[in-house]
């Protein structure tokens, strides 16, 4: 790919119309999200089959390995949103120095990842909410997890800088790929090896490995739009602080998030270990409508920070209106079926009959608020692209954490149960009140009329 096609992709950002750009950044985005979501559903039901108390141990997994997820996004996000804002402003070069300090971030954090796992796992599992019953059946995923920590970091930072410089397409290819890798080796692994719970964890790294080899040919290729040199690796405290100034919000997030769901699991617990492998159900099945909103938004952020730092105000304002349509029309779509036909979709999870009555009601209540999840997560988007963390950090915040736990500590005590799945929806409409309005005001504070 020569240098004026690279330099010509990431003009268009300010030139293409909208609904073109969208098409091109948001589709592969989500497509690439609703694999990834498949083979963690596929994941789900292959372990499902090893029984109600595998799906638990799963789910306290989850949560421990998503702390790590939550740094990669954090990062990846700061440094999409820096490296998209370098074009805008004409200046490649530190798009590339941006992109170095992500390989030296990965190596990093990946290492501690599995520092971590290799002593404290246990004492950490507990404190997830791992009761007896389930303990070890943990350990034997988390231990797996935590050795192939460097690649489940590396990759998914990785597919924000590419699709930051204006390459989702190829961003989507890889987490396509490992996709599929991993949904072919979870039965190997799982049931022609009999490794069970642990070889659907061997199956994920190994996957991980692959797309992270497809993402280095890439860039050691030439086919990037970004030059990265040993050079680029030297550590640049402040590039490495623009990155966090707007990605620790973000990490903040999903770190919030997951301790949330820990403090869930806990409390789920009292109850018994059905009530978390439901939990861990639903959770999988709520990719299906959060993934692809998630894929918008990440579309979505390099096409609202060119145009922020071109200075194009009117067409962020057409981009954010139409992937909030978008995602909201989509996840509208999946609540629907979900209160509708919720035994039919747990089912394909589980036959236990504890986890059936006890998911069927779960299902309907969480799937009340799904059609507000496309404005809610674009309108975090917005706020991360133009630069202004505090305020996506603040958002997220509110709904996952800060009017969740309370909800969470405080329903349960005079609705049983059924309190602890109430706790989502009121949070999430309490946090769309409140996100609408901050839109509103960051609109009208840069002149962008919230209408033609």
Same mark, same amino acid.
């Given at each position: ?39 963690? &559903? ?200 623009? &990155? ?18 820990? &403090? ?51 067409? !962020? ?68 692209? !133009? ?66």
């Amino acid at each position: 790919m020569t240098q004026k096609t690279n330099k010509d992709r990431t003009h268009s950002l300010g030139e293409e119309k909208i609904i073109r750009l969208l098409l091109r950044f948001s589709l592969p985005a989500t497509l690439a999200m609703a694999v990834n979501a498949s083979y963690n &559903i596929i994941d789900t039901i292959f372990i499902g089959r090893l029984g109600a108390g595998a799906i638990a141990a799963l789910s306290i997994c989850f949560p421990a390995q998503m702390l790590l997820g939550a740094v990669a996004i954090g990062t990846g996000i700061g440094a999409g949103s820096l490296i998209s804002r370098s074009f805008g402003a004409k200046d490649p070069k530190k798009a590339s120095v941006v992109a170095g300090q992500v390989f030296l971030l990965s190596i990093i954090f990946g290492l501690a990842a599995t520092l971590a796992g290799l002593f404290y796992l246990r004492p950490l599992l507990v404190l997830f909410g791992a009761t007896p019953e389930i303990l070890e059946a943990a350990v034997e995923y988390m231990s797996v997890i935590a050795n192939g920590a460097f690649f489940l970091f590396l990759i998914m930072v990785m597919n924000h800088v590419t699709r930051a410089e204006g390459n989702p397409t190829f961003s989507m290819t890889v987490m396509i790929s490992s996709a599929v890798i991993n949904i072919i080796l979870d039965p190997v692994f799982i049931f022609g090896l009999e490794m069970g719970i642990k070889g659907a964890a061997v199956a994920t790294v190994i996957a991980k490995i692959a797309g992270v080899i497809i993402h280095l040919l890439y860039f050691l290729t030439g086919r990037s739009g970004l030059t990265i040199s040993w050079k680029s690796l030297r550590p640049n405290f402040r590039i490495i602080w623009d &990155i966090y100034k707007v990605g620790l919000p973000s990490l903040l997030i999903q770190i919030s998030g997951n301790l949330a769901l820990i &403090i869930a699991n806990q409390v789920l617990g009292g109850f018994g270990y059905i009530p978390i492998a439901v939990m861990g159900i639903i959770l999988r099945m709520q990719m299906l409508a959060f993934m692809p909103v998630i894929g918008i938004s990440q579309g979505l952020l390099p096409i609202v920070g060119y145009n922020f730092g071109a200075k194009k105000y009117r067409r !962020i304002r057409e981009a954010l209106y139409k992937g909030a349509g978008a995602g909201s029309l989509f996840s509208t779509l999946v609540g629907i079926a979900f209160f509708f036909f919720p035994g039919f979709f747990l089912k394909i999870f589980t036959s236990d009959p504890g986890v059936l009555a006890v998911g069927t009601k779960a299902l309907r209540i969480m799937a009340l608020i799904y059609p507000l999840l496309g404005p809610q997560t674009v309108s975090i988007t917005f706020f991360q692209a !133009i630069g202004k963390g505090l305020p996506s950090l603040f958002l997220s915040a509110l709904r996952q954490f800060i009017l969740y736990v309370p909800l969470l500590l405080f329903l349960p005590r005079f609705f049983g149960l059924t309190g602890i799945w109430t706790a989502t929806p009121v949070a999430d409409l309490l946090a769309f009140i409140i996100t609408l309005a901050l839109v509103i005001r960051e609109f009208r504070a840069h002149g962008i009329p919230l209408s033609r």
